[in-house]
């Protein structure tokens, strides 16, 4: 199993969300939440007065899939995600060492489905 974390624009996640339903995966967490890389921000006029806006809103993915899934889930968000212009975000991956479904106490890839 793999967590897959992805950090979009906003307006993506529809997008995101229907490329992944695509391949098969059906459950994801999503966090509102806000951040900068090479974008660094960027400057606004409000009422006169320029303010820097550092920490730019964005949209983080959590996707726990089967190893056998990993790739298919990955170019989804990948493409679906793309604006070709700088700050569409990243994607990571990381292993899972056991998942547990808490209502019926099935663990293991089973309790993916």
């Known amino acids: 199993m793999r967590k897959i ?9 529809e997008d995101v969300k229907d490329a992944i339903a695509a ?12 951040g900068f890389g090479r974008q660094k921000g960027h400057k ?7 303010y820097v806006v ?10 726990v899939v089967t ?8 170019d989804a968000i990948q493409k679906a995600a ?12 990381s ?3 056991d998942a547990v479904r ?4 099935e663990t293991g890839d089973v309790a993916l489905s």
């Open 95 to 97: 292993p899972i060492e």
């Open 23 to 34: 391949v098969g995966v059906h459950g994801l967490t999503v966090s509102e939440v806000k």
């Open 54 to 63: 550092e920490f730019l809103p964005k949209v983080k993915l959590e996707i």
């Open 5 to 13: 974390e992805a950090i979009i624009k906003p307006f993506k996640l």
């Open 67 to 74: 190893d056998e899934n990993v790739q298919a889930v990955v």
């Open 82 to 93: 793309a604006t070709e212009s700088i700050g569409d975000g990243k994607i990571f991956v």
């Open 102 to 105: 808490i209502r019926t106490g």
């Open 44 to 50: 606004e006029l409000y009422r006169g007065a320029e």
